[in-house]
């Protein structure tokens, strides 16, 4: 996950970083608004965390200006400012949370999952293709019950497979959700990827194979079928 923090207060931010960072997300700090919507223009983010007092401009007007350059990333207000009318301006101006300071950082945690969950349609934080398990929340992969370890590049997109199962994504889909936007390498690195993560869960699951490869398209996830051969060794589906 790639987090946008647009927050002045240094203290605040080392430790939402670190606590990000801990759980395998990057996190892009900015202390200007400005600087934030500079940012937000130019690279992809899965979330953006907003303060309201800035010192070039008050959160309200980065996220006017957000929505009206059409960046639809989801936003969560950390803000200071308790009241109702805050929040209330906040949320209707498009933010999609507001969390008031001084809070916990696991509750932070917690709100941005669920913030993702419902931006990309999953009011549920396990997604079940088959016997293969995705928890969103504990960014953890079991197949009947037993754990399957992932690299974090491999959670990643089996993660977007999971969000998009039964549709074709392309390798530049899953660039931009691995990369967004920062120094992409070639969609071949994409191949790799999928291969490694094809072959953990076909070992953990007896030979079953979930990834299907769509010539000249990309990979969908779909729960396996006996008695259909295998996209990992069909011909007519080589990796594109």
Known sequence: MWVLLIEDDEGTAKSIELMLKAKNHTCDIKRLGADGLAAAGLYTYDVILLDLMLPDMDGFEVLRRLRANQIDAPVLILSGLSDAGHKAKGLNIGADDYL??????????????????????????????GDLTVNFDTQSVEIGGNRVYVTPKEYRILELLAQRQGVVLSKEIFLDHLYGGRDEPETKIIDVFV??????????????????????????????????????????????
């Open 195 to 240: 291969c490694k993560l094809r072959k953990k869960l076909t070992a953990a699951s007896g030979g079953k194979d979930y990834i299907e490869t769509v010539w000249g398209r990309g990979y969908m996830l779909r729960a396996p079928t006996d008695g259909i051969e295998s996209s990992a060794t069909a011909p007519q589906r080589a990796a594109v």
């Open 100 to 129: 008031i300071k001084p809070f916990d950082n696991r509750e932070l945690l917690a709100r941005i999952e669920a913030i993702l969950r419902r931006f990309r349609g999953h009011d549920d934080a396990v997604v079940r293709t």
